[in-house]
């Protein structure tokens, strides 16, 4: 069964800093994607970044970056230049692929300081 | 529209009370899923209905009964719920893995905030 794990349960950063959200998985399978998704206090899960493992490339979304090392199973977001908007949840997950199940890990608490 | 509608936004119901949570989308995709989420913990996946059809149960009480009448409409039908229930239920849907990439990105709604007395 894969796993995801997420070792910093809170972090916090000061507005228009740079902040690493750490992720690790483990997993036998080559095919699959990893996610982030940011669940800000009213709660609605939102899809931050998607990498898929056959690319070598880190995905990026505007502020938002992957450092993706498949031998190594890490995959941590960065978020440049942190908006207050950023304060949320964040959830690192991974799908096999062809596979509807996610596997979440147990977030990070973001906290952006103005 | 990437959008999921739950209704309704917060429940308060007994133990001996039945009702329904509902979620829809017409986004075409034929996959949705419901999640249980408890305070400061990831959301735990509950059922998968594919094409209208229960493709994952995972092992979820017989007091939570699913049902999908049509490719856009999702409910979950509780009934004799226990206090340790209370937690907030939330809808996903996505496109089914027929589809290829882009691997099955989940969308979410807002959630339904449920507390049984």
């Known amino acids: 069964a894969q796993t995801v794990t997420q070792s910093q349960p809170e972090m916090s950063v000061q507005e228009a800093e740079t902040v690493t959200l750490s992720c690790t998985y483990d997993?036998?399978?080559?095919?699959?994607?990893l996610f982030w998704y940011k669940q800000p206090p009213s709660r609605q899960m939102i899809l931050v970044i998607r990498?898929?493992?056959?690319?070598?490339q880190n995905a990026t979304e505007n502020r938002f970056s992957v450092n993706f090392q498949k031998a190594a199973k890490s995959f941590s977001l960065k978020i440049s230049d942190s908006q207050l908007g950023d304060a949320a949840m964040y959830f690192c997950?991974?799908?096999?692929?062809?596979?509807?199940?996610?596997?979440f890990g147990t977030g990070t608490r973001l906290t952006i300081i103005p | 529209d990437t959008e999921v509608t739950q209704t309704p936004k917060h429940l308060v119901m007994g133990m001996t009370n039945k009702k329904s949570l509902k979620c829809e989308q017409h986004?075409?995709?034929?996959?949705m899923y419901w999640y249980k989420q408890k305070a400061k913990k990831p959301p735990e996946l509950m059922f998968v209905?594919?094409?209208?059809?229960?493709?994952i149960n995972e092992s979820v009480p017989s007091r939570f009964s699913p049902e999908c009448p049509n490719s856009s409409l999702l409910n979950l039908h509780l009934h004799a719920l226990q206090p340790e229930d209370s937690a907030l239920y939330l809808c996903?849907?996505?496109?089914?893995?027929?589809?290829?990439?882009?691997?099955?990105?989940?969308?979410f709604g807002a959630g339904t905030r449920l507390s049984v007395l």
């Open positions: 996903a849907s996505s496109h089914y893995r027929d589809r290829g990439p882009p691997g099955n990105i989940q969308y």
């Open positions: 997993t036998s399978e080559s095919d699959y994607y």
């Open positions: 990498q898929e493992a056959y690319k070598q």
């Open positions: 997950a991974y799908a096999n692929f062809g596979n509807e199940k996610l596997t």
């Open positions: 986004m075409g995709h034929r996959a």
């Open positions: 209905y594919s094409y209208e059809k229960l493709s």
